[in-house]
Every structure is written in structure tokens, then in C-alpha cells.
């Protein structure tokens, strides 16, 4: 089999730290949490303490000022245990990724320290009801008031919202300029107007919490812009294929440990005198998923050495997420079918797994958009000889 050549000694150190603390803070508790639709706040301060937030915020700002690989190591110890709950993801790979690159000075200095901490909670509010992928269409208004912005709006399926103590809020500050009228705020979760909606019932993932946020006469000082105004989408746009990164390394994890599980139990589990991993329809169909995991697990590790080079096309993040979020799905649905009546139950991991696959092809943009991206591109190289 095919090893993977990113991560060093110290790389591997840390992910035994993660790993331990996955075990003791976070797999006993979570099937509870997925009840409460919510993970407790007293996680993300115990993550904290241990260094498991923000990996690659510098010292100065209250970070370890690590490289982009400990990021992974945690995101990849979660989905290896299931644990979709934390929206650590969220918080570490978007929102402070949001502020150390487009943020001032000021912003950097206070919001970052109490996110490596875990005092604050970050969440990315892009989508609204009427605006999903289209993100120029959005409706969120932001009106200058002397040196304050005032704004209204509503976003929807906003991940960490219960629990965000500060929002990258995606607005409008023309109207009538398109993508080039959406301005960037950050948004303290403690200002007067803002207000938190429902926490939504998803098919799965159930312990993070995912909310509706509303916006009445939200009064911010223009200094919590992040970048100008009107800079918004082009800002956005630079972040997607960090963003689709993250979704392919979350779905090449998944499917590798969903056929793991699935071997240990087709190995154990018997039916007509013989275990049902003796059958060949067992052995073909997980023969196939192995390749392809391989295969997904080598491209997103190249995308995610080119990510670290800063040569990470846009075309190629497309394809890697368009890759395997497909085959997480797929692995999810065709491991559960071999798990028999028992992959129906809750208790099962492998059914989590299946409700909780299926918004990895809508979320970070949808397969679709991936493909037409692809599409695109193919038919420019394809003009351009």
C-alpha cells in the first residue's frame, strides 16, 4: 500500500495528542451532544488549552504558529472518529484563516487570541435563504452611518451560529454593483439586533450546531470591516479551494475509515456457514473502494502539498472535492448495504456516517458547480491550442 510521505515525526507526535484527546473528551460524550444539537462550550476551551485551535496562528497572536499539516492532523483525527460535532473547521480553516489574511492589524490583535483559546467561537456567514452558491445574489444590507455600518438581513445553515461569538458576515454595501457591491464585517455575537434563530434539524450531523441568524439595525464601527469595501467576493473567492480543500480531506478520511470499519465487521459477522466477507460481491465491492479511496487519498495529499506551496489551481481543488465527496457518499451507502439491518441503526456507526455524508456534496459549493467549473476549464485550455 501507498504511504503517505506530508507528515513528519512531529506531525505524527501531535496526531497521537489529538487522537488521545478525542478519545477522553470528545467519544463518550457525543452521542449526547448529538441530542442536545449542540457541542458544549467547555470543549472548545479544553481544545484550546491542548493547542488543537487555530494551529497556524503566529505566537504573536496567541498561537503556536505551526504549519498547515497540524491543521489537518485534527480535522482528520475528528472524521476518523465519527466526531462531526466540533465545528472546528469552521472556526480554525475559515473564519481565522478570514482574519489572518484580510484582516487589520487591530483585528488581528483582538479576535484572534480568544479563537486560539477557544473563548470565542467563529462561524462564516455566507448563505441565506435565498442565496446559496450565487453568493453576489445575497441580500444582507449593510448602510454607512457616519463611522458605523448599519445592517439587515438573514443568513441560514450557518454552522457554529448558536455558538459564535464572531461572524464573517457576507453583505451588501451597493446594491446595484453585484459582486462587486459585497463588503465583508465581522460581527460580534454579543450586538444589539443580532440575533440567533433556530438551531435547524439536519439529516445528520447532529451535534454541530446550524442555525438561522437575523440581523435588525446591527450597528458595527467601520473599523470591523475585513479588507474595503466592495472587495468582499474577490476576498471569498481566494479562500474557495482552501475551503474545498478542507472538504476533500474530510471525505478522503471518511472513506477510508468507513471501509475499515466495514472489513472488520464483513471478517467477523456470519451468514450461511461462512463470514460475509468470504462472499465475492463483499470482496469486489470493497476491492473497489479501496482503490478508490487510494486513489482520492494520493490527489488530495498532492493538493494539499500544492496548497502548502501556494500552487493550489482552483480547477484541481474542484476536482478533488467533485472526487471524494462523491466517493464518500458512496462508500457510505454500499458499507452500510454490507452491515446488513444493523448499518439501519443509529447505534452503528456506519449509519451516523451515511446521514452525516451527504451534505459533503452540497456544502463548499455543490458537485455541480464543481463540474461546471471543471467543464470551464477544459474548454478554455481546450480554445487556447
Request: include cysteine.
Amino acid at each position: 500500500m501507498i504511504e503517505r510521505s506530508l507528515f513528519n515525526e512531529e506531525h505524527e507526535l501531535f496526531r497521537a495528542t489529538v487522537r488521545r484527546f478525542v478519545e477522553k473528551e470528545i467519544t463518550p460524550y457525543h452521542a449526547q451532544w448529538e441530542k442536545d444539537g449542540v457541542v458544549p462550550r467547555e470543549l472548545w476551551l479544553k481544545a484550546g488549552e491542548q493547542g488543537l485551535l487555530c494551529c497556524t496562528v503566529p505566537e504573536e497572536y496567541g498561537g503556536l504558529g505551526l504549519d498547515y499539516l497540524f491543521d489537518v492532523v485534527v480535522f482528520e483525527e475528528l472524521w476518523r472518529a465519527g466526531a462531526s460535532g466540533p465545528g472546528f473547521l469552521i472556526h480554525t480553516d475559515l473564519v481565522a484563516t478570514y482574519i489572518m489574511s484580510f484582516g487589520t492589524e487591530e483585528q488581528k490583535r483582538k479576535f484572534l487570541p480568544k479563537m486560539v483559546t477557544g473563548e470565542w467561537i467563529g462561524a462564516l456567514g455566507m448563505t441565506e435563504p435565498h442565496a446559496g452558491s450565487d453568493l453576489k445574489a445575497i441580500r444582507t444590507r449593510a448602510t454607512r452611518d457616519g463611522d458605523d455600518f448599519v445592517i439587515n438581513g438573514q443568513k441560514v445553515f450557518i454552522s457554529n451560529g448558536q455558538s459564535a461569538d464572531v461572524l464573517v458576515c457576507a453583505t451588501k454595501t451597493d446594491r446595484d454593483a453585484g459582486a462587486k457591491g459585497v463588503t465583508l464585517f465581522l460581527i460580534e455575537g454579543d450586538r444589539e439586533g443580532f440575533r440567533r434563530g433556530r438551531n435547524l434539524e439536519k439529516l445528520g450531523m447532529h451535534a454541530q450546531d446550524t442555525s438561522e441568524l437575523f440581523f435588525d439595525n446591527v450597528r458595527v464601527p467601520a473599523a470591523n470591516m475585513l479588507g474595503g469595501e466592495g472587495e468582499g467576493f474577490a476576498l471569498m473567492m481566494t479562500k474557495l479551494s482552501q475551503e474545498r480543500l478542507a472538504q476533500a480531506i474530510r471525505s478522503a478520511t471518511v472513506a477510508e475509515t468507513i471501509i475499515e470499519w466495514t472489513l472488520d465487521y464483513t471478517t467477523q459477522r456470519e451468514a450461511f456457514g461462512k463470514t460475509i466477507f468470504d462472499f465475492q460481491n463483499t470482496q469486489f465491492k470493497l476491492a473497489e473502494l479501496k482503490t478508490q479511496a487510494t486513489l482520492a487519498r494520493v490527489f488530495t495529499d498532492k493538493c494539499i502539498e500544492l496548497f502548502m506551496q501556494g500552487k493550489l489551481d482552483p480547477v484541481d481543488a474542484a476536482m478533488a472535492k467533485m472526487y471524494t465527496t462523491e466517493l464518500h457518499c458512496k462508500a457510505a451507502d454500499e458499507c452500510l448495504q454490507l452491515f446488513g439491518g444493523w448499518g439501519y441503526m443509529w447505534e452503528y456507526p456506519i449509519c451516523r456516517a451515511y446521514a452525516d455524508a451527504r451534505i459533503t456534496k452540497i456544502a463548499g459549493g455543490s458537485i455541480e458547480i464543481m463540474k461546471t467549473i471543471i467543464a470551464r476549464a477544459m474548454k478554455a485550455e481546450h480554445d487556447r491550442q
